[in-house]
């Protein structure tokens, strides 16, 4: 069997010595640029993968990060898998992934997350509100995506898209266009960014004086968009923002079956800007998200506090990404 390369081994082959190689491997700020690349160098040459299980007996860290969510089946938290996870590899971090059935089980993932000896947990969207109640391991940061400011403090942080901000551009667009009301199609009541996005619309409804109509409401997931269309399509709309590109994507299909056509009579928004909504048809008018900012942020606030360093909420700016599902409307 081939024997494991050895810090001794990348130390001969750099010309350094072994405590030199440790700090390299270990991040000091006490090695000069020209030595640690060189110590580097010396790492991918011989196949050197640092040794998780000693390094953890000598600093108290296993250099692994969790992730919890309710579910991986949304687009969003799916999205959020891949930022999280390349962005906690470019810092030589494992993760580790636990998903929920409902919030109940938060308290007991984090434990889980806890006996695993992980140093830090991200926890998506859904799965943020649970852990206002649960009970954290002592010594276990969390930093939650999608949560109320307040949320933050002690050993969690906080990092949000701007969801109410991007809401109100979508709304504002569709006012501009000379629509008279704009519809929304929320999602699931319990959600933050869902209420976020919900109050984004109301805000510049209320900006252009226009009252704000009974929102639908879906689950994020385009069966509901369609289900909510419908069951309960608004008369004569003509502009509709939906809370996600999945359920725009529903809500066209029902438009489509009542006969009503996009843009011609019904301008469509959505929001999350999905790898596919520039193919919709029409290509969807929709509010972009930044997910791997949002991932980035979250895993260096996350590394941030592990090292005792204070964190602040951080916001990543949305951006209305203007195509084909909107026009003015028609008159007369």
Not at 240 to 267: H, I, K, T, W, Y
């Amino acid at each position: 069997m081939q024997r494991r390369v050895s810090m001794a081994d990348v130390a001969a082959r750099a010309g350094v010595s072994g405590q030199t190689v440790s700090r390299v491997v270990n991040s000091s700020p006490r090695v000069d640029a020209a030595t640690r690349q060189r110590v580097e160098r010396a790492m991918a040459e011989l196949g050197y993968r640092p040794h998780r299980a000693a390094r953890a007996l000598r600093t108290g860290r296993t250099q692994t990060l969790g992730l919890l969510a309710t579910t991986l089946a949304s687009v969003g938290n799916s999205r959020m898998l891949q930022a999280v996870a390349e962005a906690a590899a470019s810092r030589g971090y494992a993760l580790t992934v636990l998903t929920l059935g409902g919030p109940d089980g938060v308290s007991a993932a984090l434990a889980q997350f806890g006996e695993q000896g992980v140093d830090g947990v991200v926890v998506l969207n859904e799965a943020t509100a649970a852990t206002e109640s649960a009970t954290i391991p002592t010594g276990l940061h969390l930093v939650v995506v999608d949560a109320p400011p307040g949320r933050a403090g002690g050993s969690v942080g906080i990092v949000q898209s701007d969801h109410r901000g991007g809401a109100r551009a979508a709304t504002t667009h569709l006012l501009a266009l000379g629509h008279a009301a704009v519809h929304h199609l929320a999602g699931p009541a319990s959600s933050f960014a869902a209420a976020e996005r919900e109050a984004g619309w109301r805000d510049a409804l209320a900006d252009a004086g226009v009252a704000a109509p009974v929102p639908l409401r879906g689950d994020w997931s385009a069966a509901s968009g369609h289900r909510a269309i419908v069951e309960r399509m608004p008369d004569a709309i003509t502009a509709l923002f939906a809370a996600n590109d999945q359920m725009a994507l529903g809500a066209m299909r029902a438009l489509a079956e009542a006969g009503r056509r996009v843009p011609e009579d019904v301008s469509v928004v959505g929001f999350d800007d999905v790898a596919d909504a520039a193919d919709y048809r029409p290509p969807l008018t929709t509010v972009r998200q930044d997910f791997d900012e949002l991932g980035e942020r979250a895993v260096h606030a996350l590394i941030a506090g592990i090292e005792g360093e204070s964190t602040s909420v951080g916001l990543v700016p949305t951006r209305l990404v203007e195509r084909a599902s909107t026009m003015p409307p028609r008159r007369g």
